[in-house]
């Protein structure tokens, strides 16, 4: 069976040549036609074969060929099968792949998962699965459409990062409200994406936990897949870590401290198409304690310590016992912040103060702590202060 490279808008017989960019394996059917019987290589973005017709009479050693091809925006047209290296070990296949497919949405990476068309070790297996060293992932061909203007590491702007705390192993960012900690649907660039363009020579950097996109505050981020590990780990236990929110709420909160124990499940509304968490019986543990810290006229300022991690909990929470944190557009008291809107206030407030862990290295406690930022403080400024 001849073997054919392609080149430009033919193929040309290219004998046991193997490092060939694009290879069609060919063979030769009745009325001089010819069909691809094997692909072995990476097709261009622009298209895939669709026929092969004769162009000249030459013997077969020399013989050339049109390459028909169909446009479409594929960034592989074959099946790759990749191992995973030591780097990586430890790290969600979902949280893999989009490093692996950049531009790809992660709606369409779900989906490949879900559909089976992602296999590790031949296996069907979850975005979530945790990633070993030594896994041979199958990745097969994907439609991608690259976006105009997209940014490269040459034309960002450098990142003014707040960093709190780095060393060796971890560092702890004091994230901005309004910024995104991952890329996504209609999100080119989140914080972590950033933090990777900004220091390309680090060979790993990936979040260990999340924040909302709107909740200011500590946000750590691992340097190896060890201490990812380890930080997992921690956060899975809930044992040795710390997590320590403030938010000013609605309404005068005159119950003093709570434990607010309410199970929670995330649904999308038909409404606008948004995911919420919802307390639902059936759904998932979800334990904040608050405390009333400082009280204002129609407003109280409250701490917040998380017995767990679950999508929008604290503001699920606060809302399903009638104080909404200020500037909650999904949970929020709409009437009520509108008003602080047009006074110049469009943020949420809520902000991680501080979070806690044990040093993957040292084995010692690690506390860091972010200051509230000073839009968060001049609101409380402007509020008229009860007791």
């Known amino acids: 069976m001849p073997t054919w490279t392609w080149l430009g808008s033919r193929v040309r017989y290219s004998g ?17 036609r010819w069909i691809t019987t094997a692909l072995s290589g990476t097709i261009p973005a622009h298209g895939g074969p669709e026929s092969l017709t004769p162009y000249n009479n030459l013997p077969e050693v020399g013989a050339i060929f049109h390459l028909v091809m169909i446009p479409n ?8 099968h990749l191992l995973v290296e030591t780097h990586s070990e430890g790290q969600r296949l979902d949280n893999w792949l ?31 699965y945790r990633l070993e060293e030594g896994d041979r992932v199958r990745i097969p061909p994907v439609r991608i459409d690259t976006p105009q203007g997209m940014p490269d590491a040459m034309t960002l702007p450098v990142l003014d990062l707040d960093i709190l705390y780095e060393d060796s192993a971890l560092l702890v960012l004091n994230k901005i409200a309004g910024m995104s900690v991952h890329g996504g649907t209609g999100i ?3 914080l972590i994406e950033s933090l990777r363009l900004d220091r ?32 997992h780990a921690q956060f899975r236990s ?3 870590v710390k997590k320590n929110y ?11 401290p709570r434990t607010i124990d309410l199970k929670l499940s995330t649904r999308t509304l038909t409404v606008d198409r948004v995911r919420r968490s919802v307390p639902d019986p059936t759904g998932q543990s979800a334990i904040s304690h608050f405390r009333p810290v400082q009280w204002f006229s129609g407003y109280t300022l409250v701490d917040i310590t998380l017995g767990t991690g679950r999508m929008h909990q604290i503001r699920a929470h606060a809302a399903a016992v009638g104080h909404p944190v200020v500037g ?53 400024d402007g509020l008229d202060l009860k007791r």
């Open 16 to 32: 046991q040549k193997q490092d060939s960019w694009l290879q069609l394996s060919l063979i030769r059917v009745p009325t001089n």
């Open 73 to 80: 925006h594929t960034n592989s047209a074959k099946v790759r």
């Open 98 to 128: 989009v490093k692996q497919l950049k531009r790809v949405p992660r709606s369409h990476l779900y989906k490949i998962i879900r559909d089976g068309q992602v296999r590790v070790n031949g296996g069907r297996v979850k975005p979530t």
């Open 188 to 190: 080119r660039l989140g």
């Open 200 to 231: 390309p020579k680090s060979p790993f950097l990936e979040l260990v936990h999340r924040i909302d996109r709107p909740t200011s505050g500590c946000l750590i981020v691992a340097k190896s897949s060890t201490i990812l590990r380890h930080l």
């Open 238 to 240: 809930g044992v040795s």
């Open 246 to 256: 403030q938010a000013l709420v609605h309404g005068d909160w005159n119950s003093g």
């Open 328 to 380: 909650d557009h999904y949970y929020g008291d709409k009437a009520a912040d509108k008003i602080l809107r047009q006074k110049g206030f469009r943020r949420m407030w809520l902000h991680s103060q501080s979070i806690g862990v044990i040093h993957p290295d040292t084995g010692i406690p690690l506390l860091v702590n972010a200051p509230v930022p000073e839009e968060l403080m001049g609101l409380l």
